[in-house]
Structure formats: C-alpha cells, structure tokens
C-alpha cells in the first residue's frame, strides 16, 4: 500500500501540472513588448479574439494592461477578469485565442 502512495504522487503531480500548464502559458505579462493590437472594453464587450503569439493592450474602466498569448498548438478560451489588474473588470469577459501559425504549420 505504502508503494502505491509514493507512486500515486508524481502522477498526481504531473497531471495537475498539465491542466496548469495552458493557463501559465496564456497569462505572460508582456510589459514593454511591442503591441501588435489594442482593445477598448466598454459596457457592452462580452468577448473579444486575439491571435495566439500577440501582444494585446487592452483598455478598461480607465485601466491599461498588455498582455501576450501564447497559445501554441490549438484554441483556448480565457477569462480576461483572471488577467486584468484589481477593478479592471466588474464583469466575466471571454478571450478567445486562435492558435500561434508559427507552431501549426
């Protein structure tokens, strides 16, 4: 049984790892990286797409933040209130990511 404990572990660990492994990816803060695009959230944004690999700024309640996505293989979808600063967002805003062309080939 002790067997089974020590090597319950590391699958444990490499599994909860990999359901991390895309939100880490996503949520690189891209302070003073060139921006390729910039998005004003108002009142009525409910979601918003961006391309895996840029560097969005985005615009909301009278705060700005960059932001690159890294999404490498397939799509994602993200919720901005996770990456946006305290009292950016006062509501759920879906970021839809494309994946990066430069890994699809």
Excluded: C, E
Excluded at 3 to 32: K, N, Q, Y
């Amino acid at each position: 049984m002790k067997m089974l404990r020590t090597f319950g572990s590391p699958i444990v660990l490499a599994a909860a790892f990999a359901l991390a492994a895309p939100l880490l990816i996503a949520t690189a803060s891209a302070s003073g990286a060139s921006v390729d695009r910039a998005i004003v959230i108002d009142s009525s944004t409910r979601s918003v797409n961006v391309n895996g690999g840029d560097v969005i700024r985005f615009s909301a309640n009278g705060q700005t933040f960059d932001h690159r996505f890294n999404s490498y293989t397939h799509s994602r979808v993200y919720d901005l209130g996770k990456i946006a600063p305290a009292g950016a967002l006062n509501r759920s805003v879906k970021v839809y990511v494309t994946a990066d062309d430069r890994y699809t080939g």
